[in-house]
């Protein structure tokens, strides 16, 4: 009875890993281009379209910031201890940049009208966002045996 209650949970703790990393993936879409489809596109204002996707832009690479402090931690059973190590530091690295809005937003603002005229992602957003789509290729390659079975080419279902 432990085995099956065992093999449960790990098969639960799996799915949950799964479920992150494909949060991740989909966070990662939303945050290149700031939204799903051209029709959801067209549903922001003209006037205020750029400052809306950028804002989205950003809130789903905080997203993925969020999905990575779970998903580290939930890796640390089943690779090296300096592999966590070294995952954390990489993410460290990047979420520090990554919290200062303004590094990632350019933002222009007009007094007369007293609100923002125009929003942009810089440079550095993209960068952070490449690098957080490194590390998620490097945890999917770190734990690639456990994501994927590896068929025996004799059998057949």
């Not at 999917?140 to 080419?153: A, G, H, Q």
């Given at each position: 009875m432990d085995d099956i209650q065992s093999s449960n949970i790990n098969s639960l703790w799996l799915q949950n890993i799964y479920e992150n990393l494909k949060k991740i993936e989909?966070?990662?879409?939303?945050?290149?281009?700031?939204?799903?489809?051209?029709?959801?596109?067209?549903?922001?204002?003209?006037e205020t379209r750029r400052i809306i996707l950028a804002d989205v832009q950003y809130k789903n690479l905080k997203l993925i910031l969020n999905e990575m402090l779970l998903v580290i931690p939930d890796l640390a059973p089943v690779i090296r201890e300096e592999q966590t190590e070294q995952l954390k530091s990489k993410f460290n690295r990047i979420r520090s940049p990554v919290n200062n809005r303004t590094l990632m937003i350019k933002e222009s603002y007009s007094e007369s009208k007293r609100s923002i005229i125009n929003s942009e992602v810089t440079e550095n957003f993209g960068l952070a966002l490449d690098a957080l789509s490194l590390l998620r290729q490097e945890i999917?390659?770190?734990?690639?045996?456990?994501?994927?079975?590896?068929?025996?080419?004799?059998?057949?279902?």
């Open positions: 989909e966070y990662e879409r939303y945050a290149r281009e700031g939204c799903s489809s051209i029709f959801e596109y067209l549903q922001y204002p003209i999917i390659m770190l734990i690639k045996d456990l994501l994927y079975v590896k068929m025996e080419r004799n059998k057949t279902w």
